[in-house]
């Protein structure tokens, strides 16, 4: 008889639960289920004869993939829900039937493009540090920036004992006690641009993601969201793939 399981953490990813790496912390914190049993980080499961919860919930198996682009504005988390009451992006997508949670982070003070999926694999694909997707922000600074620091973002910061990845700094406009620079980045620590502005003695006034990959924000007003045409979805997977390849080929 052919083998019709799959590790659990797929099947929560393609059931729109969480990402894979959700739900490995799902996992260990003993909120999934198998048939009733607590699991275990990499069992696997029949998704037609097995029942699986979480948090007491039935997962109800693989849904359509949808594919968000939502302008978040300051003040809301990227959390599907929050222990303190505060405002989560989820509460801006009004009309949304499918379950949908939030590839990667913006900070709380933070704005712009978030990408928001059910499809654990395409989540993946854009969060996984090897595929270096180019993330594009407009970052205000006060009460100045000056050429040496350019430099310094350009080439690479110690933060946390690490050096941050070369990033492409670009100079916008300055005015008297603030300066605006474009700042793109091809890694995705956590609040890298406040740490490099941090450890530059910059303080940043206004962080706004516009791009990711050759998906830019626009003129999608703050608040509002749209789903992602299929070329936008095949040209962002395809740079992932690109990007790892390219990774690979100069080792």
Known sequence: MPDNKIRLQKYLSESGVC????????????????NGHPAEIGAKVDPKSDIVTVSGKKVSGKEKPIYIMLHKPRGYITTLSDERGRKCVTELLSGIKERVYPIGRLDRDSEGLLLLTNDGEFANLMMHPKHHI?????????????????????????????????????????????????????????????????????EVARLKRTAVGSLKLGMLPTGKWRELTPDEVERLASLAEKEDKTKNKNR
């Not at 894979?20 to 999934?32: D, Y």
């Not at 180019?134 to 350009?154: E, G």
């Not at 080439?155 to 620079?181: C, F, H, Q, W």
């Open 19 to 34: 990402s894979r790496r959700k739900a490995e912390e799902l996992i260990a914190a003993g909120k999934v289920k198998i």
């Open 134 to 202: 180019p993330k594009t922000y407009r970052v205000t600074v006060r009460p100045d920036i000056s050429d040496k620091q350019i430099h310094q973002l350009s080439v690479g910061i110690p933060i946390e004992g690490r050096m941050t990845a070369p990033a492409d700094v670009r100079l916008i406009e300055k005015t008297e006690g603030r300066a605006v620079a474009e700042i793109v980045l091809y890694e995705g620590r956590n609040r890298e641009i406040r740490k490099m502005c941090e450890a530059l003695e910059l």
